[in-house]
């Protein structure tokens, strides 16, 4: 729901500088409402987005990268 994901960005986005941060949002067909809305809580706390289109059945992996 909006309400929960509206929460969770929250905590997130108090994490993060708009200044050294760049939010990058991957969005599938079904999430482009809440994409939007999410979008504008971080453009309206001042980060820059971006974003990406995904398929709806697309699995998506995130991995931490290594230390340099």
């Known amino acids: ?3 929960s994901a509206a929460a ?4 997130v986005l108090n994490g993060l500088q708009p200044a050294k941060d760049y939010l990058v949002f ?3 067909p079904s999430g482009i409402g809440l994409f939007k809305r999410c979008r504008n ?3 309206n706390a ?3 987005v971006g974003y990406d289109a ?9 991995t931490r990268p290594r230390e340099l």
């Open 1 to 3: 729901s909006f309400a």
């Open 8 to 11: 969770t960005s929250s905590c």
């Open 26 to 28: 991957y969005v599938r």
């Open 41 to 43: 809580t971080a453009r």
């Open 46 to 48: 001042g980060f820059d």
């Open 54 to 62: 995904v398929e709806e059945d697309k699995q998506i992996h995130f």
